[in-house]
């Protein structure tokens, strides 16, 4: 096994550009209750499962890359080699590897939530929109449905990391990763993406790392990147600083 030799964080804020429905469980079966409820804490705050990113932006890269599923269609890649398996994890009991890729759960920033909307939405942190079919013959809605959604403009608090192995190819992994965020903000999270839900983009990434030393040392983070876009991220300069910090130069 290859030696540990450092943590990347990236993290920041995931901004809702459009509605957000990520399905939560229905407890009650309520009349006049919502049909499809967002999935919230012990509190009843909305907030994204680090799971429901992971898999998205696993499966949007390798939609991307073509990659062939060592089984049946539609499994992840279970390579074990290549930069989606060695982030996310091979979907694979025969090429098992390291999965160096953390994505957390993403709380809602409760505070900006509350200067944003106020009382608006009655005290709560979700909105409710109704849906229909249309009758194709006579051209009018039938079967309404609530959907409920964490609407546009809330902010979720966005922290992953990436662990780092001696013979790692830093700048492909980060590329790999970085590429899914932002082929993620060209397509949606969670329900209903193509009826114009789950737009989001990511904002104010702060990117930073620590290297063994810094672990037996003060356990500070070394900062690298502070409050861009994804667009403004310089691969190779950043590539270039954190081989650098992790080599101790």
Request: hydrophobic share 30%; charged share 30%; aromatic share 6%.
């Amino acid at each position: 096994m290859d030696k540990f030799i450092g943590k990347i964080f990236i993290e920041g804020e995931i901004v809702i550009v459009t509605g957000l429905h990520i399905g939560g469980s229905k407890e009650t079966g309520e009349i006049g209750g919502l049909d499809n409820p967002v999935i919230k804490t012990v509190e009843g705050i909305p907030y994204i499962p680090g799971s429901s990113l992971k898999g998205k932006i696993r499966s949007l890269l390798e939609r991307t890359h073509d990659i062939k599923p060592p089984k049946e269609p539609g499994e992840p890649c279970g390579c074990g080699e290549c930069e989606i398996c060695q982030l996310f994890g091979s979907h694979s009991t025969e090429n098992k590897t390291i999965s160096r890729l953390i994505i957390r759960d993403s709380f809602l920033d409760e505070e900006d939530f509350q200067q944003k909307f106020g009382n608006a939405l009655e005290g709560g942190y979700t909105e409710e929109k109704v849906e229909n079919i249309i009758d194709r013959i006579k051209g009018t809605a039938k079967d309404p449905r609530i959907m409920e959604r964490v609407p546009a403009g809330a902010r979720f608090k966005f922290s992953s990391a990436i662990s780092i192995y001696e013979k790692d190819d830093i700048q492909k992994l980060l590329m790999t990763f970085v590429e899914g965020m932002r082929m993620l903000e060209d397509d949606y999270l969670g329900g209903s993406g193509t009826r114009g839900y789950g737009q989001v983009r990511f904002e104010n990434l702060n990117i930073s790392i620590k290297s063994i030393k810094d672990y037996l040392g003060d356990n500070t983070k070394k900062t690298i990147i502070e409050g861009k876009a994804l667009s403004e991220i310089k691969m190779e300069d950043l590539t270039n600083k954190i081989e650098d910090k992790l080599s101790n130069k």
